[in-house]
Every structure is written in C-alpha cells, then in structure tokens.
C-alpha cells in the first residue's frame, strides 16, 4: 500500500516538472507579447502625443498590466529622480529587476537592454525607428517561439511523465 503510494507520488512529481515546464513557456510568450505591446503604446506616446519619455514611459505603465507596467513605471521613477546615471545604465538596471520575477530568456533580457541603449540620448524620430526595430526583432521572437512550442510542449509534459514513471520503478 505505501509502495503503491510512494509510486504515485514519484509518478506526479515527475509529471509536475514537466507542466510547470509548459507553465514557464507560456509565461514567456505572455511576456513577449507584453513587451511588444509596450514598445507600440511607447511608439504612439513618443510620435503622436509627442511627450518625453519619462512621461511616456508613465502612461504606458498605466495601460499596462504585470510586469511590463512595473518595469515602464520604474524606469519613469528613474528618469525623473535624475541619479546622474546614463540612460543606458538605468534601463539596464531596470531591466534587470523586472527579468528576475519572469521568464524571460538572456536573448530577451540583451534584446531589451540593446532598446535602452538607443532611448532618451536620441530625437525622437530615432527613438520610434529603434522601438519600431524592437517590435519587428520581438515579432520575430514571438513568431519563432510559438512555432517550435507545441512539440516542446509536448516533449515536456512526456519527460516528466516517463521520468517520474522511470524514477518510481527505479525506486521500487
């Protein structure tokens, strides 16, 4: 009776890693679709209501939800604190806290950071041709990561199910 409990135990444990796995990717692919929306509400800030960035960066936070809306929110603080820091170096910093809660791979993080590097130093018309970039570079992103998720999905969800099986014979 515990054997054959201790067996199912093994069994969903190994079945839970491979969801929770499938759970990390699609959390990415939100967050993908969440960046690539703020960059088009920053995009009509900074070219049609013509506001800096700081103040755009405030209104898109707004209209935002999750992380997005912190990571826009923060870096406005920062840019209105003025810590003497560049541009470059505050959107880094910046992205760096927001890519510790989610689940945003290195290619991500550096494709963000490339962003800031290009924002606030800048006209404005520069400002929107560097978000348009990032948009396409994310569409792209996106694009790739749906199409090659559904098999990855799958072969998670199967790993953890025959690992935990094989761990739980292997056991008992």
Known sequence: M???IGMLL???SGAGLGFSSVFQMNRRLRELKNLRRMALLLENEIGCAHTVLAQALERTGRKLDGGCAVFARGLA???????????????REQAEEYTRNWELSQRDFELLCQLGM???RESRKVQIEQLQLFEKELEQEILSFEKTMPAKQRMYRSLGILGGLFLAILVF
Do not use: D, P, T
Request: proline share 0%.
């Open 2 to 4: 515990l054997k054959g």
């Open 10 to 12: 093994i069994l969903l």
């Open 77 to 91: 603080k920062r840019l209105r604190s003025g810590s003497g820091s560049s541009m470059e170096v505050m959107f």
């Open 118 to 120: 290009h924002l606030g």
